[in-house]
């Protein structure tokens, strides 16, 4: 698990660099942009709503309490779609705001699609988390896992941590740099 984390904490990364230097190497930077939209930051509280939820079904089966992990592992795939969905919709308005302010110049192509770039790639992990969150949710309803046996529930929590983790760092850097 720590491998892959860290090959995807290089991905992120390096995305992060390619915006930076392209920053960096623009003539120009739009200074009109508009501000990112406020259904960033109600799909961040659902994210981080859902590494609750994660963490409570970790130590629901921790403590062998099987029905509890269940219940938090669905509410979990329940908060993540509301953040995918969410973030679409903020990337919609992002774009919509963009274009409303009639100044599509090549500095706001690169500004705009920044920020497509670095959500789009997230909400793919999400998307990716999304399957082995609903393997191991589907488990949960059909046997059940219990405090000697959950390793993947473990392994998928850890996972989701990181998207956490990577999602504020991502939102802190777009409010810098956008």
């Given at each position: 698990m720590w491998l892959l984390l860290s090959s995807l904490a290089?991905?992120?990364a390096s995305a992060v660099l390619v915006v930076i230097v392209i920053r960096l190497q623009a003539q120009?930077?739009?200074?009109?942009?508009p501000p990112l939209p406020a259904t960033l930051w109600m799909s961040t509280g659902l994210l981080l709503a859902s590494g609750f939820c994660m963490e409570w079904g970790r130590y629901a089966i921790q403590r062998g309490r099987a029905r509890r992990c269940t219940i938090?592992?669905?509410?979990?795939?329940?908060?993540?779609?509301?953040?995918?969905?969410?973030?679409?919709?903020?990337?919609?308005?992002?774009?919509?705001?963009?274009?409303?302010?009639?100044?599509?110049?090549?500095?706001?192509?690169?500004?705009?699609?920044?920020?497509?770039?670095?959500?789009g790639l997230h909400a793919a992990h999400i998307i990716g988390g999304l399957v082995p969150l609903g393997l191991i949710l589907w488990y949960a309803l059909l046997r059940s896992y219990?405090?000697?046996?959950?390793?993947?529930?473990?392994?998928?929590?850890?996972y989701w941590y990181?998207?956490?983790v990577v999602w504020i760092l991502l939102v802190v850097f777009m409010?810098?740099?956008?």
């Open positions: 290089v991905l992120f120009q930077w739009p200074d009109s942009l938090a592992l669905a509410c979990t795939f329940v908060l993540a779609v509301g953040f995918l969905v969410l973030q679409t919709v903020a990337w919609f308005q992002w774009t919509n705001s963009i274009e409303e302010a009639d100044v599509l110049q090549s500095t706001h192509q690169i500004a705009s699609s920044t920020f497509l770039i670095l959500t219990s405090a000697n046996v959950h390793v993947v529930i473990r392994d998928t929590a850890m990181f998207l956490d409010l810098i740099v956008l």
